[in-house]
Nanobody, 119 residues
Framework: QVQLVESGGGLVQPGESLTLSCIAS????????MAWYRQAPGKQRELVAA??????????DYADSVKGRFTISMDSAKSTVLLQMNNLKTEDTAVYYC??????????WGQGTQVTVSS
């Protein structure tokens, strides 16, 4: 079993920045892919960004709505993933969840951290 612990959420004004972090409880588990999802009130959970660590390169994927503003990074040795969020907009308000996908579909999820962007 792996527990994912998120931190870094909060209340900010439009245009400001936040960095979310997620640490997996088992550092002995080699994690190759980690992702961030978010869910706004009344909406479905959506993928924000994902990162896969290869032999010598990391692959990233972003939702169109956050490209150019958000950056995902991962330290595989520490089982940690960060989400740097710049130029935040009111529509970024949501609960953000850390995710570690599993081949059998039983993904690991964090408890979620609230991000509120409001003036």
């Amino acid at each position: 079993q792996v527990q994912l612990v998120e931190s870094g959420g909060g209340l900010v004004q439009p245009g400001e920045s936040l960095t979310l972090s997620c640490i997996a409880s088992r550092s002995d588990l080699r994690i190759h892919t980690m992702a961030w999802y978010r869910q706004a009130p009344g909406k479905q959970r959506e993928l924000v960004a994902a990162i896969t660590s290869g032999v010598s390169i990391k692959y990233t994927d972003y939702a169109d709505s956050v490209k150019g503003r958000f950056t995902i990074s991962m330290d595989s040795a520490k089982s940690t993933v960060l989400l740097q969020m710049n130029n935040l907009k009111t529509e970024d308000t949501a609960v953000y969840y850390c995710n570690v996908p599993q081949p059998d579909g039983n993904d690991y999820w964090g408890q979620g951290t609230q991000v509120t962007v409001s003036s």
